[in-house]
């Protein structure tokens, strides 16, 4: 029996996400420097995203230019609704041809903003473009104009106690008006309808709980009440504000929202008096620094407890280098929940939802070339006429394994991962932080074998696949090199099934200091 | 063969480190570039324990100039092309010779040197090459002294088993056959005919043709010419007997104690002395030596050793990795290694099989 006396083995659990704040030292061996196109999976680990299709094979009719974008994808009445040039239109999935809904509502200065009602029995969703009065459809694809007095080129809309509450109007933009309760075109204020002003420009409204949170430039209001008679307008902070209503989303019993320093929470800020804890997204601040604020949106995508956060910089800006960031909210071995990040790349949405068809959740955004994408779905981004392959990065900290004086002869790295298809994922091991005096070795290739059993999967051979197998692997690589700190890296370009990786153990002979 | 990135990958793989290619053996950094080092160092160290390795062996020829009494030892191409800078020069290997005067008599590679006289020679790569002859003639003028004996050896070979003859000819003008007129046939088909004939020049240019004016294929193995004179034994003095017996003959501006040399020593600058001074050109001096070994450089370099030494190599390479690496423990079992190969090396290659002899010299004629 061969004497492995001498291997030390490092054992990680992969956890964390990107952490871009702190010094190797401090970081844990699961956490990640680099994590693009990985999002933390709420199973444990990382796993690589899911790509986009085409939702309908049709591009959005277009209005006066072929370079029009698509300024809204809304899920609503089991189909999507998708606005371009002013115009709106829907369909389903498939091949069938859009249906042309709204027309004339001038060319879009920004993406539509809208909310989904019920206030007699029948879904509604209210449509503000900001360039025209809003628009209300209903389930039988009827359109109302809103247009009562007291109404204008809203931009925000949201509904609250059975209110409709409009914002954004350009000649007034600290102004937010609210329909009589569960009136659709009506803001007398003898029917309950009425005006509030704060002393700040709104960028967005969002209703969590019991309040209508109004989110100014530098400012943050909270609405209380039911009605117009006891409306109450209370501030949460006159020290931070939100840098776009379309970064806000109701997530993990929460609202997160966008603000000059970074992710943060109403629940936090609002807890802690608006202190710099309220900030969720300090481990990725490099990141958030690079934020623009061409066209900044974000959906929620329930089933993972995700929140994604797209930010192309400009029209021009090259399809693949547009970037967004993942946000999930995940339980921490250490006990509690925790936010874990990680980075987007090759997606460049226009606008975005995710609501649920059919009892399926449906994750649409609109893109800068006039189609509308499903997203979490298929293996591979695609675009108008090709599709990319989605390049996947992970790379660890430089692990110094409790000495860095000393160096690792590394032996072996067994990896864990958890795959629903064949692997053809790369690995690289980078000693002394990649330091060009060192030999680095070439990339070791993963591959799972032909045993786990996935229904459809071709490497799921019969007689040899064993039955319920879960498709999770130990995977042992002989690897070459030595350095006092070692760092693995993960590329994982193929067109194969996500693959999530668990964990991982480095085998090392420790040397001597020199 | 193990070439310099053999053995360096060899060290690396030991390591668990990673490897070199071709393409980046130059670019080595850290640690390879180390072990690289490494494996010269411990090429060093093996050529610089052993004296008299088989494989860094050479022998070379010095020609000699009337009244020049010191030459110059080997270095790169000097005396001869292919000769390297010596490190051991045998001394008891030397040996005077008459000096080749053809050029190009062995038809190595090809049959420069040769003009043609008729015909289309041309070179054949049978046997170590040779010139094949079919209607056709070629000759070669040498330098030659008048009334001075010269000895000719001709190989004949007939692969075409055609039974016709070449004639040797001996002139003094191109195609001449005004010295000698010889005609050579293969009888033993497959063993090739031979010729030795001596003659006297006439003049200070003799021309030797060859001549098949059949139209069979006929091959001629070498052509050798030189003067008729003995080869005899160059015993070895020191510099000291040297100056103390034949410096003060040696050193005399007098053409008339210049002689066929008798001995050579070293000088105290480290060159071949000559004793007496040579009395003309036409001596060679040849004698056997130990070349320096070359450093590897390039990735496709390959030592001197033999590929079934390159673990002594590695051992010793490893040796001073692990001593850069802190690792005494293994640095001693792989310095172990390498002293027990380098052991079975010298008992392999450089320790001779001896017998007794005798070399001294009874005076006496006689019962004491």
Redesign the interface.
Same mark, same amino acid.
């Given at each position: 029996m061969p004497n492995t006396s001498q291997i030390n083995p490092f054992v990680t659990s992969l956890g964390g996400g990107l952490i871009l704040n702190r010094d190797v030292f401090s970081m844990q061996p699961g956490e990640a420097l680099e994590l693009k196109n990985f999002e933390p999976d709420i199973t444990g680990g990382y796993k690589k995203i899911l790509g986009t299709t085409k939702y309908n094979d049709n591009i959005v009719p277009q209005v006066a230019s072929s370079a029009e974008r698509v300024v809204m994808s809304a899920v609503f009445n089991g189909v999507v609704l998708g606005a371009r040039g002013g115009s709106v239109h829907y369909a389903s999935s498939g091949a069938g041809s859009w249906t042309s809904l709204i027309t004339g509502l001038g060319t879009p200065t920004q993406n539509y903003e809208f909310r989904k009602f019920n206030f007699s029995g029948t879904d509604n969703i209210v449509i503000c473009s900001g360039t025209s009065t809003p628009r209300i459809v209903d389930t039988s694809y009827s359109v109302t104009n809103v247009n009562a007095t007291g109404s204008a080129n809203f931009k925000y809309v949201e509904v609250f106690k059975n209110h409709i509450f409009f914002s954004g109007d350009s000649s007034n933009p600290q102004s937010v008006k609210f329909m009589a309760p569960f009136e659709t075109n009506d803001f007398a204020t003898a029917s309950g309808g009425g005006e509030i002003r704060v002393d700040s420009t709104v960028t967005g409204l969002k209703v969590f709980r019991d309040s209508l949170f109004i989110f100014c430039n530098d400012e943050i209001f909270k609405l209380v009440g039911s009605s117009s008679a006891d409306f109450a307008l209370q501030p949460v902070t006159r020290k931070i504000g939100c840098i776009d209503g379309r970064s806000i989303q109701e997530f993990g019993g929460d609202v997160i929202f966008l603000a000059p320093d970074g992710l943060r929470t109403i629940a936090g800020t609002d807890r802690i008096g608006d202190v710099e804890l309220g900030t969720i997204s300090k481990q990725i601040q490099g990141i958030i620094e690079d934020i623009t604020t061409h066209n900044i949106n974000s959906l929620v995508i329930r089933e993972k407890s995700q929140y994604r956060l797209f930010y192309p910089t400009g029209d021009n800006q090259g399809e693949g280098a547009a970037k967004g960031i993942i946000c999930v909210i995940k339980g921490q071995p250490q006990g509690g929940a925790g936010f874990e990040y990680s980075e987007l790349i090759g997606l460049k949405v226009s606008c975005c939802d995710s609501d649920f068809i059919s009892s399926t959740e449906t994750v649409v955004s609109g893109g800068y070339d006039g189609f509308i994408y499903q997203q979490e779905s298929g293996n591979v981004f695609t675009r108008a006429a090709t599709t990319a392959t989605i390049s996947a990065f992970y790379r660890t900290p430089d692990i110094t394994m409790g000495d860095p004086g000393i @160096?690792k002869?590394?032996?072996r790295v067994i990896w864990n991962y958890e795959n629903e298809g064949n692997v053809d994922t790369n690995f690289k091991l980078r000693y002394d932080f990649d330091?060009?005096?060192?030999?680095?070795?070439?990339a070791y290739t993963l591959s799972a074998g032909a045993g786990i059993a996935v229904y459809g999967l071709s490497i799921s051979t019969y007689g040899t696949a064993v039955y319920g197998s879960s498709g999770a692997n130990l995977v042992r690589q002989s690897v070459?090199?030595?350095g006092f700190t070692v760092a693995l890296r993960v590329e994982e370009q193929s067109t194969n099934p996500p693959v999530s990786f668990k964990g991982y153990q480095l085998e090392f002979i420790p040397?001597? @200091? @020199? | 063969m193990a070439t310099y990135l053999t053995l360096t990958n060899r060290v690396l793989?030991d390591?668990?480190?990673?490897?070199l290619t071709s393409s980046d053996f130059a670019s080595?950094?850290?640690?390879?570039t180390s072990v690289k080092n490494f494996v010269n160092r411990a090429l060093h160290d093996i050529y610089n324990s052993l004296e008299e390795i088989p494989s860094l062996h050479k022998e070379t020829y010095i020609v000699t100039k009337g009244g020049q009494r010191v030459y110059n030892l080997p270095s790169t191409d000097s005396p001869q092309t292919g000769d390297i800078a010596w490190r051991k020069i045998d001394w008891d290997t030397f040996r005077l010779t008459p000096n080749e005067l053809i050029t190009n008599p062995e038809f190595t590679s090809d049959i420069s040197n040769w003009t043609t006289v008729s015909g289309s020679p041309s070179y054949v790569s049978t046997g170590n090459g040779r010139l094949q002859l079919n209607a056709s003639e070629v000759t070669q003028s040498i330098s030659t002294v008048k009334n001075t004996q010269y000895n000719l050896t001709v190989r004949l070979l007939d692969p075409s088993a055609s039974g016709s003859s070449v004639t040797v000819k001996v002139g003094t003008t191109s195609g001449g056959t005004e010295i000698l007129s010889e005609s050579l046939t293969v009888i033993d088909t497959g063993n090739g005919k031979f010729l030795n004939k001596t003659f006297t020049a006439t003049a200070s240019t003799t021309y030797i043709g060859i001549n098949n004016a059949s139209s069979d294929n006929l091959d001629i193995d070498f052509v050798r010419v030189s003067e008729n004179t003995e080869v005899k034994y160059l015993s070895y003095l020191t510099y000291e007997d040297w100056f103390n017996r034949y410096s003060t003959i040696d050193l005399q501006n007098n053409s008339d104690q210049y002689a066929s040399p008798v001995h050579i020593y070293k000088t105290q600058s480290g060159q071949l002395g000559v004793s007496p001074v040579p009395n003309g050109d036409t001596y060679r001096i040849t004698f056997e030596y130990w070349k320096i070994h070359t450093e590897l450089s390039a990735y496709d370099d390959a030592p001197d050793l033999e590929d079934r030494y390159s673990d002594l190599v590695v051992a010793r390479a490893r040796y001073y990795t692990y001593n850069?690496?802190?690792?005494p423990e293994h640095a001693m079992i792989a310095n172990r290694e390498y002293e027990d190969g380098l052991k079975r090396l010298r008992s392999d290659l450089v320790n001779k099989e001896e017998y007794m002899t005798d070399k001294r010299i009874n005076l006496r004629y006689g019962n004491a």
């Open positions: @160096r002869s590394m032996q330091s060009p005096s060192v030999p680095q070795p070439a070459e090199g030595s040397g001597g @200091r @020199r | 793989n390591l668990n480190e990673v490897q080595a950094r850290g640690i390879q850069l690496r802190s690792d």
